[in-house]
């Protein structure tokens, strides 16, 4: 029997925003447990929440960005749980008013388009962590994220495999970095995904049983613990069991799924509108001022990149998977160096070297490895010497006249000095020189190489080529 996928995401994206959600306390991440409370976000007796008006604006620019309705008359609720991090016993969100609704977003797996819908944004406030002890059975309280504003991004489950899924966390991420309205820090929790996934036999229509899973703190541990599950599951159906209902989590250093608990539903946190906060009123000419804020985005950018700078369709979606990629990318361009070539050495080069780290870790800046790139364009130095200048450059951070000064890589152009050391050359290599003559053309590539090795890499290889065209046609 074949089985389809079936994957839902919800992805909890922490909003950077100086202060929270309801009160005036620092969403600064790193600071000692417990320092960054209030009353409010504490929960204490008679106290009430003032709504922050940069969630409501950050909520809307998201909606905007995916073609989604804003809900221009929202309300906050109260889902009602009991858990040690959960300080007034239940969470400000929002259920059946949310602030965005119906939108989408297009994904590329393969070489195939697709859209996947969004069913809902919502607002929300973040609840605090706990801490486990690995000495003793104890577990510690911080309350510092509790009350961090969140939003919550709900999928249709339209996605069919862990290959869609990962594609649409990463367009997401990238949107969300794009409006600068989340830092997308996975490690940090700022932006966390947790995934529903059934199967069911190919041609029904109904949905199968699903699974939640959390704690996938990676784009590549989301994409492996739903691999994980589909394999699971697959192996419970054709064994001809029932796959449970529950909420698992992912065990990175296992490889493994683990139960958790059984799944709620909807009802069985209580929701009810929240009284202590009134409903949300949006007219349309906030909407329109928030919507000419907008940056250029992902797809949008890609578009332009193929058709200003003539890249390939893969260098072009490479390089706008983030913000700061691509604004590297342009600055170089635009210090002078050529785009294909630009982009090359990006992919290449500095990618290789950064080894996952962020461009912004980066020390070479985008203007020097413009210059750098146009030291080669001009005949300075090769592109062999280049790519030793540009290791200097990732360490030092140096300019690249300053890195080719001091170290004497100075490309030779001079005909004259390269003359003799072709004769010499020649001279030593005479069975080679007569089987060039008599149509062996390919030992060029040997000549010119001996001669790299003698100018310790120096010598220009155009000039290196025409020297040693002239001297053993003769």
Not at 459 to 464: D, E, L, Q
Request: glycine share 8%; aromatic share 8%; with cysteine.
């Amino acid at each position: 029997m074949e089985f389809e996928t079936v994957i839902g995401l919800e992805i909890h994206a922490q909003l950077k925003t100086k202060s929270k959600i309801f009160c005036g306390c620092s969403t600064e991440f790193g600071a000692p447990p417990n320092t960054h409370t209030c009353q409010v976000c504490l929960g204490m007796p008679g106290v009430l929440p003032v709504l922050n008006k940069k969630v409501v604006e950050y909520s809307i620019k998201m909606g905007l960005a995916t073609d989604s309705t804003i809900n221009t008359y929202n309300q906050f609720a109260r889902k009602n749980y009991f858990y040690p991090d959960l300080p007034k016993g239940y969470q400000t969100s929002q259920f059946d008013l949310p602030i965005v609704e119906f939108g989408k977003v297009e994904i590329e797996v393969n070489g195939r388009k697709k859209s996947i819908g969004i069913t809902r944004m919502h607002m929300e406030e973040d609840a605090g962590k706990l801490i486990h002890d690995d000495r003793e059975p104890k577990s510690y309280v911080d309350l510092n994220r509790t009350g961090t504003p969140l939003l919550e991004i709900v999928s249709e489950p339209d996605m069919r495999s862990p290959e869609e899924a990962y594609a649409y966390l990463k367009k997401l991420h990238a949107i969300l970095r794009y409006l600068d309205i989340c830092d997308g820090n996975m490690q940090e929790g700022s932006f966390r995904c947790d995934a529903n996934i059934s199967l069911r036999p190919v041609g029904q229509k109904e949905l199968g049983t699903r699974s939640e899973l959390k704690n996938m703190n990676s784009f590549k541990n989301v994409q492996a613990a739903l691999e994980y599950e589909v394999r699971r599951q697959r192996d419970i159906l054709l064994d001809g069991g029932k796959v449970i209902q529950q909420t698992l989590l992912w065990d990175a250093d296992r490889n493994r799924t683990e139960s958790m608990r059984g799944k709620e539903e909807a009802h069985d946190y209580r929701y009810f509108p929240c009284p202590d906060l009134v409903p949300i009123v949006i007219d349309e000419e906030w909407i329109e001022v928030i919507r000419k804020t907008l940056p250029e985005l992902p797809d949008a950018r890609r578009d332009r990149f193929i058709e200003e700078h003539h890249l390939p369709e893969y260098d072009a979606i490479l390089l706008t998977g983030s913000r700061e990629l691509a604004d590297f990318f342009e600055a170089a361009v635009e210090s002078g160096g050529n785009p294909k070539k630009v982009s090359n050495w990006i992919m290449t080069e500095m990618m290789r070297e950064l080894k996952g780290a962020d461009i912004s870790e980066c020390l070479v800046k985008p203007e020097q490895l413009g210059a750098l790139l146009k030291m080669v364009e001009d005949g300075i130095i090769s592109g062999k010497i280049a790519k030793t200048v540009f290791l200097e450059m990732m360490e030092s951070g140096h300019d690249p006249k300053r890195v080719v000064e001091d170290k004497n890589l100075v490309q030779v152009s001079d005909q004259g000095e390269l003359l003799t050391i072709v004769m010499e050359i020649i001279a030593d290599n005479p069975g080679q020189a007569e089987d060039f003559k008599n149509g062996k053309t390919k030992l060029m590539g040997y000549f010119v190489g001996q001669l790299m090795q003698r100018t310790k890499g120096k010598a220009n290889p155009k000039v290196a080529n025409e020297l040693f065209a002239k001297e053993l046609a003769g």
